[in-house]
T-cell receptor, first 111, second 114 residues
Framework: QKEVEQNSGPLSVPEGAIASLNCTYS??????FFWYRQYSGKSPELIMSIYSNGDKEDGRFTAQLNKASQYVSLLIRDSQPSDSATYLCAVGRRGNNRLAFGKGNQVVVIP | DVKVTQSSRYLVKRTGEKVFLECVQDMDHENMFWYRQDPGLGLRLIYFSYDVKMKEKGDIPEGYSVSREKKERFSLILESASTNQTSMYLC?????????????FGDGTRLSIL
């Protein structure tokens, strides 16, 4: 079982719709969870951090964490063409300096 | 804002050359990382360092070495470049994970080995 899985294929959403991305992780002692956005040919950029169960909102982005079910999700409301990118989920454990990254989900927002 | 600076955005080298990729961070972070990213394979950790002169192998260290002589600088060395090392190389830095801090990435170096 992979440490972090992002199983969905490319996601196409119309402009203005909600894009929903999911990420599951295998290590129950994981404590920190991050979403990165990566435009084609660019480096990953941190967009959300979440540490506690529940929702965290930042502008049009909402991260949702459920430690019991070992998943974290990202919602993008009112999707814009500029949101077209690959979104990487990353998970960290206390005392382990590494982050485990998923392979990413591509989002395409159609005008 | 955290600033992680990689010395080159694009680099072209020849097979067998010794290649140096440099990374500097300005936030006094303890941890620094080198990844490579290839289509379909995601981010793969090559080496990381949690302190000056300290290093640990990541998932794909073969063919690479690293150097960290100063806290702010972490170098990746390709001892004898090969074509299968053509890739995007990403440097990142972070505070220790017990602080639950994320990694911050540089702009990346797209390395081509001919």
């Amino acid at each position: 079982q992979k440490e972090v899985e992002q199983n969905s294929g490319p996601l196409s959403v119309p402009e203005g719709a909600i894009a929903s991305l999911n990420c599951t992780y295998s290590d129950r002692v994981s404590q920190s969870f991050f979403w990165y956005r990566q435009y084609s040919g660019k480096s990953p950029e941190l967009i959300m951090s979440i540490y506690s169960n529940g929702d965290k909102e930042d502008g049009r982005f909402t991260a949702q964490l459920n430690k019991a079910s070992q998943y974290v999700s990202l919602l993008i409301r009112d999707s814009q063409p500029s949101d077209s990118a690959t979104y990487l989920c990353a998970v960290g454990r206390r005392g382990n300096n590494r982050l485990a990254f998923g392979k990413g989900n591509q989002v395409v927002v159609i005008p | 804002d955290v600033k992680v600076t990689q010395s080159s955005r694009y680099l072209v080298k020849r097979t067998g050359e010794k290649v140096f990729l440099e990374c500097v961070q300005d936030m006094d972070h303890e941890n620094m990382f080198w990844y490579r990213q290839d289509p379909g394979l995601g981010l793969r950790l090559i080496y990381f360092s949690y302190d000056v002169k300290m290093k640990e192998k990541g998932d794909i260290p073969e063919g690479y070495s690293v150097s960290r002589e100063k806290k702010e600088r972490f170098s990746l060395i390709l001892e004898s470049a090969s074509t299968n090392q053509t890739s995007m190389y990403l440097c990142a830095s972070s505070q220790p994970q017990e602080l639950n801090q994320p990694q911050h990435f540089g702009d990346g170096t797209r390395l081509s080995i001919l």
